[in-house]
């Protein structure tokens, strides 16, 4: 609809700016033919007839000429109102549909629970957010390049345009009600304060930050960041690794955690499987016999991972378990226990 009214002015534009031009061209052939002005006297006597500033004739007009100029200067009137009204008319409208549009953005923001929020929609900030959008993970930008903005926004990628320092914007992002903060600015010292501030806003909220350099590192821990990535580090060693054991690596490459139809590996908790009032173990659950997935890591209670579990580990309440298998072993484990 927007596009449609925006579009609908733009031609009313033209329109005007066709008949604008008209109305010279027939000014100045009028005045050259009547009255035996040169071009450029023809010209000026149709430019200050169309804008009525009042300046003198080039010489006296006879009646016919005096008669074509009444003629201009009501035609003019009617011709220049009408451009004027509808270049107003488009900007107001223009700027009350990106108000309305902005309103709406942040009534959606506002009814989010749970979310994530990304500062920053660089390099990483955009793979952090493609990444929650194939996994269907509610999340919100916060940008402060309005070209940036005006380029990427839509429903799916939603955003509020300020510095992700300032407390203000992050409540505008709903930090109080998100479970996670991805702070990916470019630089170190702004991830900083994004996460001191994050903290101090809301303490049980899970905040992964970007780091360019690793003297970084410690400080943002120490600020209260759940989680450093040092893209550059990580970078590196893949490639060095890609060297050292090449098919190891690229075998993990191929594993695949986000997809409709290509997940390899998933991270799934305990209560998916039964009611965990009572304890059952890894052999209880039989997911190779039932569904051809194997269990290759379990969560426990407390965020402690365990490699390769025994089958006789224990699956306690609030733990996950990781589960690896082809792409329709892991939709038919997703379809026997009803996993969304």
């Known amino acids: 609809m927007r596009n449609f009214v925006l579009n609908l002015f733009r031609s009313k534009i033209i329109i ?34 169309v804008t009525t500033v009042g300046f003198g004739e080039v010489r006296p007009l006879d009646d016919a000429s005096k008669i074509f100029t009444i003629f201009l200067i009501l035609t003019s009137v009617i011709i220049v109102g009408y451009a004027i009204s509808v270049i107003t008319e488009y900007i107001l409208s223009k700027n009350n549909f990106e108000d309305l549009k902005q309103k709406k953005m942040q ?28 996994y ?11 070209e940036v903005i005006e380029k990427f926004q839509s429903e799916m990628v939603p955003f509020v345009h300020g510095n992700a320092n300032e407390d203000e ?21 702004d991830n900083l304060f994004v996460v001191l501030s994050a903290r101090q806003i809301n303490q049980d909220m899970k905040i992964i930050s970007r780091a360019s350099q690793e003297t970084s590192y410690n400080k943002l821990k120490l ?10 580090k990580i970078g590196g060693d893949h490639m060095a690794s890609l060297v050292v054991v090449p098919d190891l690596i690229e075998f993990i490459d191929n594993l695949s955690i986000v997809g409709k139809s290509n997940i390899n590996i998933e991270e799934i908790a305990v209560s998916k499987f039964y009611d965990t009032t009572e304890i059952r173990t890894i052999r209880d659950l039989d997911l190779r016999q039932k569904t051809g ?15 390769n579990p025994e089958a006789e580990q224990r699956l306690m309440p609030n733990s996950k378990v990781i589960v690896l298998g082809r792409p329709e072993q892991i939709m038919k484990l997703n379809s026997v226990y009803n996993i969304r």
Request: charge should be positive; aromatic fraction near 6%.
């Open 16 to 49: 005007a700016i066709v008949l604008l031009i008209l109305l010279l061209l027939v000014g100045v052939i009028g005045f050259m033919i009547m009255s035996g002005y040169r071009w450029v006297d023809a010209l000026y006597m149709t430019v200050i007839t």
């Open 169 to 189: 914007i992050l409540l505008q992002a709903g930090i109080e009600k998100a479970t996670t903060l991805i702070s990916a600015l470019p630089n170190d010292a």
């Open 136 to 146: 269907k993970k509610p999340f919100v930008v916060i940008e402060r390049d309005k």
């Open 107 to 134: 009534k959606k923001i506002d009814n989010l629970s749970g979310h994530i929020i990304i500062c920053g929609y660089g390099r990483n900030g955009k793979q952090a957010a493609h990444k929650l959008m194939a």
């Open 293 to 307: 997935c194997n269990v290759i890591g379990y969560k426990d209670e407390n965020g402690d991972y365990i490699i």
């Open 223 to 232: 600020a209260g960041a759940n989680n450093v990535i040092l893209p550059d």
